[in-house]
């Protein structure tokens, strides 16, 4: 594959990775708040929302792992559409990080966010 390959091959993933992110946010959360699905099911299962993000996020990346070392996917998607949902949660992640800062931030007199350990009240 050359540079020009490699770019377009970019740019296809991440056009496929901003398309997915919208429709399924909308599905999932709505347009007021994107993360709200992690932090609701976080709530009922007494989790921060990141490792509720981190579930899903293992699932396409098991489905690479088998594929990097099979050289085959023993499901019904493509590893485009795994790759896909992958950058999404790791995209996704960094936002609940964002999202978690700013919350911090805006609702508390303390310099620093809680210690990482304890679950943030959502």
Known sequence: M???????TFDEISAACKELLSKKGDDYSGREDRLLNFKRLGN????????????YLR???????SYVRDGKLESCESL?????DAINYLVLLECLRMDETQDWEKYSDSPSPPDPKIRPAF
């Open 2 to 8: 050359n540079y020009d390959e490699e770019m377009a």
């Open 80 to 84: 485009r559409s795994r790759v896909t």
């Open 59 to 65: 699932k396409h990346l098991d489905a690479i792992t």
């Open 44 to 55: 009922e299962l007494n989790l921060p929302p990141r490792q509720v993000l981190w579930v």
